[in-house]
């Protein structure tokens, strides 16, 4: 069977549902093609910033939302606290399927399960269970399948810079969202605790470069141990962080999130980076020559991050300097929580 589509996005996380939903209510007719059987799941933290996504997404969403972060280093411990809350927990899942639910009422076609088996510029081959296939023939193709993604590797771009998180999701509640900045454990990464409804996200996240998975996970498991979490390491899901950035607009295709690199290779946030580009691609496309500023801010938050990863990765001393005067400065408010953030 073969189809016509204005766009084909391949990829159905938040990036590619939002440029997908955008497209289609601009009047595209787009089909959304995402491999896994259902929309939404992935290896990820669950928070949502006050200034990123988390204003956009209805209550029934959240599962906790925190005023106060507590921010942990080999010598201080922060506390910073907002009027409005400065990180809450989603379930993954749960945003997913709604994120879809909005792509399908503006006339998104979303295929489920549809494994991209062959890729051209405008033409993409689909295999579902049993092995069906189906034939997308498209105007432009946008990859929006995470940082491993197919579509960057048809694009013939490499990926020089990543970061890894790993992540479970262990029963139990906790009063504090924390995060735990130990360069000796985690490089310029951290350890993160995120309380959801009834469950814990324990975590932690480094540069692939310093922390290879093996030994990431082993500093996690040892450093959950010491504050009192015995984490089942088959319960343990690691995920790729792709920041390296190199654009969203190709010869024969677009790339949004984690795809383009666009995930901060400090915090690994990805969330937002993905709705925006997401977002900023679909005006592109429906606007040729179009300048989106909400890109371009992203563009100056991500080379921000970059610079910083780089310079703690590659001068471990500096990074722990840098650890230390960057909780003072929380601590003394002389730079806001939002320096952390992706969104501007």
Not at 105 to 114: F, I, P
Not at 137 to 147: F, I, M, P, R, T
Not at 213 to 220: A, E, F, P
Not at 281 to 303: N, S, Y
Request: hydrophobic letters at 45%.
């Amino acid at each position: 069977m073969t189809e016509q589509a204005d766009v084909l996005v391949i990829g159905g996380g938040p990036g590619g549902l939002a440029c997908a939903t955008l497209l289609a209510q601009g009047g595209a007719k787009v089909v959304l093609a995402e491999r896994k059987p259902v929309i939404g799941p992935k290896v990820c933290a669950g928070g949502l910033t006050w200034h990123g996504l988390l204003k956009h997404v209805p209550d029934s969403l959240i599962e906790r939302a925190f005023r106060q972060q507590d921010i942990r280093t080999p010598w201080q411990r922060v506390q910073v606290a907002e009027p409005d809350p400065i990180v809450a927990t989603v379930n993954r899942l749960a945003l997913g399927q709604w994120m879809a639910e909005q792509a399908q009422a503006a006339g998104v076609k979303v295929l489920a399960g549809a494994k991209v088996t062959h890729l051209e510029a405008h033409r993409a081959t689909l295999t579902f269970a049993a092995g069906r296939r189906s034939t997308i023939e498209c105007k432009q193709l946008v990859g929006a399948d995470g940082s491993t993604s197919l579509v960057r590797r048809f694009l013939g771009l490499p990926v020089a810079a990543m970061g890894i998180g790993l992540n479970c999701m262990h029963p139990g509640t906790h009063a504090r969202m924390e995060w735990h900045l130990d360069p000796r454990r985690f490089g310029a990464g951290y350890g993160w605790i995120f309380p959801h409804r009834d469950t814990l996200s324990i975590g932690a996240y480094g540069d692939l470069s310093r922390c290879p998975g093996h030994g990431l996970k082993t500093q996690l498991l040892r450093w959950a141990a010491a504050l009192g979490f015995r984490l089942d390491p088959r319960t343990i899901r690691a995920g790729l962080v792709n920041y390296d950035y190199q654009g969203v607009r190709f010869d024969r295709g677009w790339l949004v999130g984690d795809a383009a690199g666009l995930a901060s290779g400090l915090t690994g946030e990805g969330i937002y980076p993905a709705l925006v580009s997401g977002q900023a691609v679909a005006r592109m496309i429906l606007a040729p020559g179009f300048h989106d500023q909400d890109l371009a801010k992203l563009e100056a938050r991500h080379r921000r991050h970059r610079r910083m990863t780089a310079l703690a990765n590659n001068h471990p001393r500096w990074g722990r300097l840098l650890v230390e005067t960057m909780a003072m400065l929380l601590r003394t408010k002389i730079i806001d929580f939002s320096l952390l953030e992706m969104a501007d």
